[in-house]
């Protein structure tokens, strides 16, 4: 089945420090990996994108390398700010576009 | 266009009662799903529709849960006699997705977060 494995929270960095969240997937055919961000008080908002193997998906600052020989899609950030704070959440598609699955989501705090 | 809008944001209500949440998608997108989501967790998906047509539907989603989507605009998602078990956040997404293939990003609405006393 399909299925994602998601870096356990909270995380706290300090401003500037560097950003990994790991996220895992099993799947079934050949899914497409998205990061999406929670901001306290908003909806999921997309970050980035990666639809085919060895594809790298990158949106301010964040970038995502899908990795199909790991079943791998982590998360990183070179410098983190304190606007980065929010949850992370992992999610795979399906090829036939009907459903996403989610992580449990990982809650980043960055302190200046 | 806005993107993806809710109504309500926020529902409290008793046991027993039933509530309705709409749901208004990306004017241009022919997918509509709604998911559920409970605090630290991620959303966990309910139904999607493609136009009016309801395609799939998880076994999350009991007898007391209904939605529609009647003239393939917006949809509404209906749950009767209403349990404590059922306070969560209900998320509703739209997306254009081109035949059956996938790698289109879903758009999220705000949420309505249902809370049952």
């Known amino acids: 089945g399909n299925s994602v494995t998601q870096m356990e929270g909270p995380v706290t960095l300090s401003e500037e420090a560097f950003l990994t969240i790991n996220c895992t997937y099993t799947a079934t055919g050949y899914p497409s990996l998205f990061w999406y961000v929670q901001y306290p008080g908003e909806g999921l908002q997309l970050l980035l994108k990666?639809?085919?193997?060895?594809d790298k998906g990158s949106n301010k600052g964040f970038e995502a390398t899908y990795r199909k020989e790991t079943t791998s899609f982590h998360l990183e950030k070179g410098s983190v700010q304190v606007s980065d704070s929010a949850v992370y959440f992992c999610a795979l598609g399906t090829n036939t576009g009907n459903q996403f699955y989610f992580g449990t989501g990982t809650s980043l705090t960055v302190i200046p | 266009d806005t993107g993806v809008s809710q109504d309500p944001r926020h529902k409290i209500t008793k046991r027993g009662q039933n509530v309705t949440f709409r749901c208004d998608p990306i004017s241009e997108h022919n997918r509509l799903y709604w998911y559920r989501q409970t605090l630290g967790q991620g959303p966990e998906f309910l139904t999607y529709f493609q136009n009016e047509a309801q395609l799939e539907k998880s076994r999350l989603l009991s007898d007391r849960f209904s939605a529609e989507r009647p003239k393939g605009s917006f949809s509404t998602l209906e749950i009767q006699r209403t349990e404590q078990g059922d306070s969560a956040m209900y998320l509703c997404?739209?997306?254009?997705?081109?035949?059956?293939?996938?790698?289109?990003?879903?758009?999220f609405g705000p949420g309505t977060r249902l809370t049952v006393l």
């Open positions: 990666a639809t085919k193997a060895d």
């Open positions: 997404a739209s997306s254009f997705v081109a035949g059956t293939s996938g790698g289109n990003e879903q758009f």
